[in-house]
């Protein structure tokens, strides 16, 4: 069992006290120097990560590489995400994190989170420059696709349910909310 983590006092927290924490098995996450742990998700909430991996992955351009969670994506030296699924240049990987915004994040919606991730993730990431913002809700079902144009996440395709969709971005894929559900 290990040791309690100290913090640091009267400054945020950054990716180096993060990397500092022992290994406990929960998701922490920083947002400008707020610690901030996720639950563990539930089975159809890796589901939707697992088939959505798949089906990326299968054509996915050599360039890029597709990754689920947990990936440490720093964003800036007060902000780590751990998206759900992760599509970033290789190059931008390195031993222990993707450095600066990936070209897509993915965030699967569930109770405890679906503040969080339709919200405070979502401009942090249109702040930043990430081009494509995906998020998936499990209960409808529905897969709502944000690409960014001139600075701002406009809907670039929304499946409901059944409803498949032709994305070209970050790549050419074709998908479903509900197959990626059931």
Known sequence: MGGVPTFPHGRPLTWADLEAMPDDGHRFELVDGVLVMSPSPRPV???????????????????LEVLPAPVDVVLADDTVFI??????????????????PPVLAVEVLSPRTRHVDLELKRAKFQEVGCENYWMIDYDSPWLRCLHLENGVYVEQARSDGEEIIELQFPFAVKLSAQSLVR
Do not use: S, W
């Open 83 to 100: 998206p759900d699924l992760v599509v970033g240049r290789r190059e931008q990987f390195t031993k222990q994190a993707l450095m600066g």
């Open 45 to 63: 909430h890796q589901r939707v990560v697992a088939r959505l991996l798949v089906a990326l992955t299968a054509v996915c351009p050599p360039e």
